[in-house]
């Protein structure tokens, strides 16, 4: 195989060496051009099955808030052994990038291995944290990311619509979201006020007159009268913006 013909500074060189598309065991060697008798030679393993493997220290975060983890990254084989040979980059990143970012989107592993901290975004949901780099099977780790608390309330129909049908029983849902947003999932005890607004509370009757979340939602139902005219809907709790229809 031809050679490089390099200019050692200082006594040293640093190089580095791509890897086959197949295991393999290389030899590298370097001589000297005015003396090739002194020279050395190195043996090189390209292993195939190497993946990367993810750890996340914390088993979930709140969104919107100042949270970080620390995310450790590691080069192992199929049998799950650290390769400790192993000194490339990684290229860190999350399923959607409004669930956080990382200090350093590219770290360097040394002796297989690394650290990076994720600072959490506003979204709240269930997405990956990934590691690639060439060569290697890519790594993941799931990212569980939960609502901020409960901010706002707000009521929309059950099938989404618009309009309330007059002469009918339509079924209604109030909903509590974070700060951000989020469906306010882990908020099982918000208790607040359902009413009519008083110039339109002629226009139909609720089923109930209060509701409490469970898992950020409760539903109810109005019995529209027969006579046309608006629906003005409030929900509320003290502390909360309200929520309106």
Same mark, same amino acid.
């Given at each position: 195989t031809p050679g490089y013909q390099v200019t050692?500074?200082? @006594? %040293? +060189?640093? &190089?580095? +060496? #791509?890897?086959? +598309?197949e295991e393999a065991t $290389? %030899?590298?060697?370097?001589?000297l051009t005015e003396q090739p008798d002194l020279s050395t030679v190195a043996s090189l393993n390209s292993v195939d099955g190497l993946s990367l493997q993810v750890?996340?220290?914390?088993?979930?975060l709140f969104a919107g808030s100042t949270d970080s983890e620390t995310v450790g990254i590691a080069v192992v084989d199929a049998n799950g052994v650290l390769q400790t040979g192993f000194q490339g980059d990684v290229v860190l990143s999350p399923s959607d990038p409004n669930y956080g970012s990382f200090d350093a989107e590219t770290i360097s592993l040394i002796q297989g291995a690394g650290t990076a901290v994720f %600072? +959490? @975004? %506003? #979204?709240? $949901?269930? @997405?990956?944290l990934l590691a690639e780099s060439t060569g290697l099977?890519? $790594?993941?780790?799931s990212l569980e990311v939960k609502p901020g608390e409960t901010y706002e309330l707000r009521i929309r129909k059950e099938d989404g619509a618009s309009r309330a049908q007059a002469g009918e029983v339509e079924r209604f849902v109030v909903e509590g979201y974070d700060a951000n947003g989020n469906l306010a999932t882990t908020d099982s005890t918000t208790s607040g006020? #359902?009413?009519l607004t008083e110039l339109t509370e002629d226009f139909g009757t609720l089923s109930k007159s209060s509701f409490t979340l469970n898992q950020g939602s409760?539903? &109810?139902?109005?019995?529209?009268g027969e006579v046309s005219g608006e629906l003005h809907l409030v929900a509320s709790v003290s502390g909360l913006l309200a929520g309106v229809w």
């Open positions: 050692v500074k200082e @006594g %040293t +060189v640093d &190089f580095r +060496v #791509l890897s086959s +598309v $290389g %030899t590298i060697t370097a001589a750890a996340l220290s914390e088993p979930y %600072t +959490v @975004g %506003t #979204l709240a $949901g269930t @997405g990956s099977e890519v $790594g993941s780790a006020t #359902l009413r409760d539903d &109810f139902s109005v019995n529209v």
